[in-house]
């Protein structure tokens, strides 16, 4: 299902009071088609969490010469929604096709992530998890297998204590998997303990332990959930997620404001120490001092924008190097909620496959969507790269199979409803959100972050502290957009600390990474005996 379209659009009009978006998608079209280049300081390449808070940085100090371009026909980006099923009244629900939850909360008398912030600011409705209301189940049904959750979290604390040696005393990384044998925890052929694991990693992640880099998989995990809380709010909002961020944006864009524009898609991009050259489809142009690309890694590494000059290698490698992941959520309505109505959470164990069709979570549940009938399955990874290639009824009767073996004694029927989105294909996204992958230092992830002369770049991607999470994206937009007013002497009084980097200016990167083996070590002290250059075999 590709979900740019009209449903979504329609849905964001009727509720919003300032439809934004809406009319600005008539002003795009127009803006769009013009021969000439438009001029700004800013160009801002994305309507995302992270392209509306570079925007909005921009505009709380002092800076409102700036254009927001974005492909859909929405603000929100990966924060999208679509209707699906039909409440009794005949109307459609509101599910959310990304994002979904806003992820460590805040403790009191301690920080509080910005996302809760906004969350809470424009009302948006939203419900605890609660990840100990958890059934688990296989190929027979039900099947008590919790026990394994302990073991698990005492081998994760020992992973823990392992990446604060590798950070303190500066030790080569290794992977997730390998930290966890080395703590004890070694699922093998156990499906139940590999079924477990992927609720505790790939759920998170979207990618698997012996993919996943250690240390900056731990530090992802506990600067959002020890600095903040471990407390997540799944978001079920009738309206969609991304009415904070259209909220938002109402706050420093007018409707029909001009500087946005809907449904225009970049072609290329020219770049150099003046200025940045934003190429339309369509025929028109923006000419801008700094430009901001928000684009999601897996549109850079599809390489969808054409940059010119090409980016440099040192960029290009980062871009390359880190993971971008697929989460798919599989949505089903029935004509009944035929399972416990208390349980937020099924775990199902398949007997041949890690990862098939594990996670199961209930919207009928009190306090969600009650009364909807609904449930959906997550796949991520290889199953998540297979579902969206292959034909709805096909994923459709896989799926039924699995919760038919969960629930032996239910005589459960096909479901009234059935959709699913595709993320690894939408041209826009390539993707849902980024991992940490092994070998990848902070330096190389610098790279990713760093500005090349007037191009920027933000994205959760880009947050070394927050990738793959909403906040990751609004701490990035953030920053670039108070350096860019540093640059064009806004902002302020410039400082750069932990409150404002309007005075940090253009970033660091590192155009040459040595590793940790010097050319004389490959020797045979150290299992090399041989050149790895001679050429006795090669024949041109």
């Known amino acids: 299902m590709k979900f740019t379209d009209r449903r979504l659009l329609a849905a964001c009009c009727a509720l919003l009071a300032a439809p934004l978006e809406c009319t600005a998608r008539v002003t795009a079209r127009g ?45 929100g980006g990966r924060l999208a929604h679509t209707e699906f099923g039909t409440k009794p009244d005949g109307t459609p629900y509101v599910v959310e096709l990304g994002a979904n939850w806003v992820q460590g909360l805040g403790t009191e008398g301690g920080p509080e992530n910005p996302i809760w912030t906004l969350a809470k600011k424009h009302g948006i409705n939203s419900t605890y998890s609660n990840y100990s209301a958890i059934l688990t189940y296989d190929i027979t049904g039900p099947n008590d297998y919790s026990g394994l959750f302990d073991e698990f979290e005492a081998a994760y604390a020992t992973l823990e204590q392992d990446a604060g040696y590798i950070i303190t005393e500066n030790l080569q990384d ?25 609720w505790e990693w790939d759920w998170e992640t979207s990618w698997p332990p012996e993919q996943s880099g250690l240390l900056f998989g731990i530090t992802g995990y506990n600067l959002t959930y020890y600095q903040f809380s471990d407390a997540n709010n799944f978001v079920w909002d009738q309206r969609g997620f991304n009415t904070m961020l259209i909220g938002e944006a109402n706050e420093f864009l007018k409707p029909n404001d001009p500087r946005l524009l809907l449904n225009t898609i970049v072609k290329s991009i020219a770049y150099g120490p003046q200025g940045v050259t934003v190429q339309l489809d369509g025929g028109g142009c923006i000419e801008a001092q700094h430009a901001i690309t928000t684009f999601s890694l897996g549109v850079l590494q599809r390489e969808v924008v054409e940059f010119d000059p090409p980016l440099p290698r040192w960029k290009r490698e980062a871009v390359e190097q880190f993971q971008m992941g697929t989460y798919t959520k599989i949505f089903l309505q029935f004509n009944e909620t035929f399972w416990d109505r208390d349980t937020q959470f099924f775990l199902y ?88 992958p092994i070998g990848m230092t902070l330096e190389k992830h610098q790279n990713l972050r760093a500005n090349v002369d007037r191009l920027w770049f933000a994205g ?28 064009l002497g806004k902002g302020g009084s410039p400082q750069c600390n932990n409150v404002t980097t309007s005075g940090c200016g253009p970033m660091l990167d590192y155009k040459v990474l040595h590793g940790t083996t010097k050319f004389h070590e490959y020797s045979v002290l150290n299992g090399w005996p041989a050149s790895s250059f001679l050429t006795y075999g090669y024949e041109e």
């Open 174 to 198: 290794s992977s997730i998997r390998a930290g966890l044998s080395l703590a004890g925890w070694k699922p093998k052929q156990d499906m139940h303990a590999q079924a477990l694991e992927w």
């Open 460 to 487: 959760e991607h880009t947050s070394a502290q927050y990738y793959g999470f909403l906040h990751g994206a609004w701490y990035e937009g953030r920053d670039v957009g108070q350096r860019i007013a540093g640059l």
């Open 349 to 436: 164990a398949d007997d041949d496959t890690r990862g098939y069709f594990p996670v199961w979570q209930s919207l009928s549940s009190t306090g969600f969507i009650e009364e909807s009938n609904i449930i959906f399955v997550t796949v991520t990874g290889q199953q998540a790269y297979q579902v969206e290639q292959q034909p709805d009824e096909l994923t459709k009767k896989e799926v039924m199979e699995v919760i038919r073996a969960m629930f032996p004694d239910k005589d459960i029927p096909d479901p009234i409803a059935f959709m699913y989105p595709r993320w690894s294909e939408e041209e826009w996204s390539y993707g849902s959100y980024s991992n940490w």
């Open 31 to 75: 803006a769009n088609n013009a021969a000439e280049c438009r001029k700004t300081k800013v160009a801002i390449l994305g309507a995302g969490v992270a392209g509306i808070t570079a925007a909005q940085a921009l505009s709380n100090a002092s800076v409102s010469d700036f254009l927001i371009v974005e492909r859909n026909d929405y603000v």
